[in-house]
């Protein structure tokens, strides 16, 4: 027996470091291979220069030419030098159309460097995500453990507040969990939603370097509180702090903008993608593959204390990252001069009015603020039932299909790979004429995966439909991103992306608990198709949209 579980445990340590290490090099081959930009500039840069060569060699050989054709004849000295002083400019401009035909008509220009810091963002960011993922697979076995075991009396205090609405709705108790699953997953993007615009209006203050080392430090500190969350309690205040100390994805976003420039900028956004890609594929493996070796029977929650060291370990690699590397990339000149005045556009954020207004964006043409409206109201509908399914997802697997927390995992590993295919190989090419089209296909696309997830049976039924909404997922919200970024002045980007952002994480607030209610109360099937056919309007709205 003991050889057999050696024997498994090879295969699978074995298969996730071939994972990591493909899904590493497709990522890297699709965003930085021979099709990106940076190589194609550089490419057209050596052809360039191979033109210039040509071109300098078979003018020397000219003028030399006739140079010797006349050197016997002194009276015509004065002329071949004129001639000569006449082809240089001649050569020059011809240099300059030779690199103009190479370059697609514009000036050929040198590879800007990225600026290291991006490197330490994108290190930072997937350690981050790696200890955030973790968890993902565990949660119903969690709750479950909780149900059963927690002696704080927290989890019976909640379910004796409910159970009155359960007889009401006739609600049965094995998905209990998935409702405090629900109001867990909210609670954690609420606070987030809540922290993000005061945490980046005091980075803009206090610099960005001490702010993001509290926020790394308090998700630090939320996974040592689950390591020790031997009861229900313990665990909702480690989601509270880490909820509350989340800030630090927007951060690492503005210390990006801090050192590109507009051509560096999409490199740094790349790899930002690429840090989320492979959290999302390797960490759900990683804690699945930690359970497994646990002993799940064990008192004090034994068999999830091996996947929240890990994920301590990752966070308090991230601090000591960012304490040794990182350096301060706001100036002091361009920080704002008093704290009051840095708050002000972080409380604009919180409020949902203006928010959905985008009241903060003056000074540009009516048609234009009400697209950003249209676009912002399809996005925060998209995500709202989106989020709410996506959450509820992880349950579904496990009350209707038994699935382990290494079958979630294996779940999450194939919808994350064809993300990252389809967002490396597709999306990042799609031109901006046809971003509206995309958008719609992804949002019209989603429907049918939602439906098949719902009326599934079989798990070939259920991964049919979790590809889809996979390759739904892979274009829906960049194309919506693109789509607003269009909008407002160049000094106003920024402010455009960052209500944008904000709509989003109050539609995540808000769709985990309204989903987990449904699945609780009408079970998966009505609350998936429901969901699906739902999710039919944004689609019709951005297609009927003129923007």
Known sequence: MLIRQSERCLILIFNFHFGCFL???LEYRFLFGPSCWAHKQLCGRRRVISSRNK????CTRTQLGA???????????TTLRNRENTRIPETEQQLGNSSNDNNNGKPAVPKEKS????????VSLLFDLLAFTIILPLLPSLLEYYRVNDSSGLYAWLTTRVRWFQQLLGAPDRYLSVLFGGFLGSMFSFLQFLASPIVGSLSDYYGRRPVLLICAFGIALSYLIWACSSNFALFVLARVVGGISKGNIS????????????RTRGRGMALVGVAFSLGFIVGPMIGAMFAIFSDKSASGGAWFVLPSLLALGLALGDVLLLAICLRE????AKRAREISSALSYGLQLLNVSSIFKFAAIKNVPRKDTQALRTIGLI???YLFLYSGLEFTVTFLMYHKFGYSSMDQAKMFLTTGLVMTLLQGSVVRRLPEAKIKSYAIFSLYLIVPAFVLVGLAQTSRMLYAGMILFAISTAFAVTCLTTLVSKYGNDDQKGSVL????????????LGPVVGSIAFWCLGSKITYIAGGLLLFYPALALQRARI
């Open 67 to 77: 140079y010797n054709k006349n050197n016997n004849n002194n009276n015509n000295m």
């Open 115 to 122: 600026d290291p810091m991006i490197y330490i963002i994108f």
């Open 379 to 381: 996005y925060f509908l």
């Open 23 to 25: 899904a590493a090099y």
């Open 329 to 332: 990339t706001l100036p002091q």
């Open 251 to 262: 951060l690492c976003m503005s210390v990006i903008t801090d050192v590109s420039s507009v």
């Open 498 to 509: 960052g209500i944008f952002r904000s709509l989003g994480a109050l539609a995540r607030a």
């Open 55 to 58: 071109t300098t060699n078979l």
